[in-house]
């Protein structure tokens, strides 16, 4: 069965700490794998994908095919990455399976 | 460009109303597609369009029905709205099915009375 989990519904650290997003998926075959995020009051919009292999926001994401996972990282974290994160695959004809989200809370 | 636009914003139905909310998008993609975003259930996808007048169903279509007679419009329907059904939809698009980025719409909260 096709499916994304994010084990942490909630993780808050302090500005400037390091922040690690675990994202875990199911998929048969070759995986395509991106993050989401939706800050408050603004739309869900597209983070980074991993065939990409892009810093956005200071934020990267490895595909590890052994491990079946896509963690988000950032080495240092800001109050302004305070938001819901979502890990999501993409099944078959561009159907996006999503994650429950993770709200991250970066505190001063 | 307004990108992908959702009406309304909230609605509030009693047991066994129907309404349709509304999503448009005036980028020109092909690809549209309905989720709804629970507590604790990340998003599901509802119904997914790959081009007028082809639609199919997602994860959790039963309750809802839609069509895609235009390649910028993409109404979902609620013919008989049950409490289950109250959550935030989202409607999103994109330029084709291969994996380019997915472009959300505000979203409209539904509360199901």
């Known amino acids: 069965a096709q499916r994304v989990t994010q084990p942490e519904k909630l993780l808050s650290v302090f500005k400037g700490a390091p922040v690690e997003l675990k994202c875990n998926y199911s998929y048969s075959g070759s995986p395509e794998l991106f993050w989401y995020v939706q800050y408050s009051r603004q739309r869900l919009q597209l983070l980074l994908r991993?065939?990409s292999r892009e810093s956005i926001k200071g934020f990267t994401a490895d595909l590890n095919k052994g491990e079946t996972s896509f963690h988000l990282k950032k080495p240092f974290a800001q109050e302004e990455d305070s938001a819901m994160y979502y890990c999501a695959l993409n099944s078959q004809g561009g159907k996006l399976i999503f994650g429950q989200g993770t709200e991250l809370s970066v505190k001063p | 460009n307004a990108g992908v636009t959702q009406t309304p914003k909230f609605q509030v139905l009693k047991t066994g109303q129907s309404m349709t909310l509304q999503c448009a998008q005036d980028m020109n993609h092909e690809y549209m597609s309905w989720y709804r975003q629970d507590p604790g259930m990340g998003l599901r996808l509802i119904h997914y369009s790959v081009g007028a007048g082809i639609t199919d169903q997602g994860e959790v279509p039963n309750g809802y029905n839609v069509s895609r007679s235009t390649t910028e419009d993409f109404p979902l329907r609620l013919l008989s709205a049950a409490p289950s059904q109250t959550s935030v939809y989202f409607c999103?698009?994109?330029?084709?099915?291969?994996?380019?980025?997915?472009?959300f719409g505000p979203g409209t909260r539904l509360t199901v009375t």
């Open positions: 999103a698009s994109s330029y084709s099915t291969h994996p380019y980025e997915q472009y």
């Open positions: 991993h065939i």
